[in-house]
């Protein structure tokens, strides 16, 4: 195979962001055919990529040329597309997480495991981000020794509320802990090899109590007790004043990790009547550039060679599961065990 030819469905947030990583920074791979509802984000990528545009990602599949398709769509599209695409003999990447209802999820994954020739690849890109691969290794080293404790936040910046509000609005979330917390969730059992029996979480919407109305927390919390005894606790929100704050810290009996206590934009520092600033990054395509890029360029590889993605389905069902069981214990008010089986 030369290059991979691939179809996009969504070209919202994050699947602009993909397209043109695909069409400008990977070389191996030969973007063809985008889908979206939105007209000028079709304008804008027909002008832009040179690609031929649809409404109706069942007619791209049915009359492209393309191996693979990625899919930027609404959550809780990704099933219907994934299981389309590989019937129509596709290679698929698809973005976190993998649905929302769990029966279409189940009937998903079935699909995936009847296609074993097929890639499937989920967009769990912060395993491809350099500090996390970090930490991975050093922790794989045994360097921090047994793992005691994780800490997760990820904060999206007060100004991509109104996107935010749209993007809830129109379609569903999952809520706080599967729309954001689901990336620490992965984080945290790829690096213990441990999983969950019990959560308690919470949830409040003080700093944007608009987002009760449309069934969603602004801030989550929630605190897990794992097989081994390790304990992580997880914050997501959506309120921070100052950019795109997503930061971990990993303790161990040897020692500890922290990454991104502060989320600087870069290594400049301005010193000015108002003080000394250090500017920081303002979204979570600025913050995990590099980390999009390399798991795209990941994806076209293992399409290439018939390499089966690291991520597995099984890792997209279970971080899925233990989401939804700290949403549950947030709307409920009650400690709920965890059954990944
Ligand atoms: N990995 C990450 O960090 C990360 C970040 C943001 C979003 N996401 C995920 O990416 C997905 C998309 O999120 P977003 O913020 O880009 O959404 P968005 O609402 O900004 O964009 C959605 C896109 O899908 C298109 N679309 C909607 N319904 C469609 C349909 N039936 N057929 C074809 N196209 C359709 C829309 O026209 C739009 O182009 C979600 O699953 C989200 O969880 C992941």
């Keep these: 195979m030369q290059k991979v030819k691939i179809g ?55 009359v492209e040329d393309i191996d693979a398709v990625v899919i930027v769509s609404p959550t809780g599209f990704h099933p219907e597309m994934t299981e389309y695409a590989l019937n129509a003999n596709k290679h698929v990447f698809c973005e976190k997480p993998l649905g929302l ?45 047994k793992i005691i404790y994780i800490r997760a936040y990820g904060i999206d910046p007060i100004s991509g509320m109104e996107s935010f509000k749209k993007f809830a609005t129109d379609n569903d979330s ?33 700093a944007a109590p608009e987002l009760k109305n449309i069934g969603e927390y602004e801030t989550g919390v929630a605190m897990l007790k794992f097989k081994s005894g390790m304990i992580a606790t997880l914050l997501g929100g959506r309120h921070a004043a100052h950019g795109n704050q997503v930061e971990m810290e990993i303790m161990g009996s040897n020692g500890w990790i922290r990454i991104a206590q502060e989320p600087n934009k870069d290594f400049l520092t301005l010193f000015t009547n108002e003080g000394v600033v250090k500017p920081s990054m303002q979204s979570f ?45 947030a709307d409920q008010g009650t400690l709920v065990d965890i059954k990944l089986s």
């Excluded at 990529?49 to 990602?57: C, E």
């Excluded at 020739?117 to 691969?133: A, E, H, N, P």
């Excluded at 019990?198 to 919407?205: C, H, I, P, S, T």
Aim: some cysteine; hydrophobic content about 40%; proline content about 1%.
């Design 101 to 145: 209802n769990m029966d279409e999820v189940d009937t998903m994954v079935r699909q995936i495991k009847m296609h074993p020739k097929k890639i499937f690849q989920l967009g769990f890109m912060r395993r491809f981000d350099s500090s996390y691969k970090h930490a991975k290794k050093i922790i794989d080293d045994g360097k921090i020794g």
């Design 174 to 206: 999952g809520g706080i802990f599967v729309d954001m917390c689901i990336h620490d969730i992965d984080l945290i059992r790829w690096y213990t090899h441990d999983d969950p029996v019990q959560v308690w979480a919470l949830g409040n919407d003080i």
């Design 8 to 62: 996009i469905i969504g070209l919202g947030r994050l699947g602009m962001v993909h397209a043109n990583h695909l069409v400008n920074l990977i070389s191996d791979a030969d973007v063809r055919a985008v889908c979206a509802l939105d007209d000028d984000q079709l304008a804008y990528a027909k002008k832009n990529f040179g690609v031929s545009t649809y409404k109706n990602y069942k007619e791209m599949i049915d």
């Design 285 to 329: 395509s600025e913050r995990f550039s590099e980390a999009f890029i390399d798991e795209l360029r990941d994806f076209v590889n293992n399409v290439k060679t018939g390499k089966n993605s690291d991520i597995s389905v099984d890792d997209g069902v279970k971080a899925l599961k233990i989401a939804k069981a700290c949403k549950e214990s």
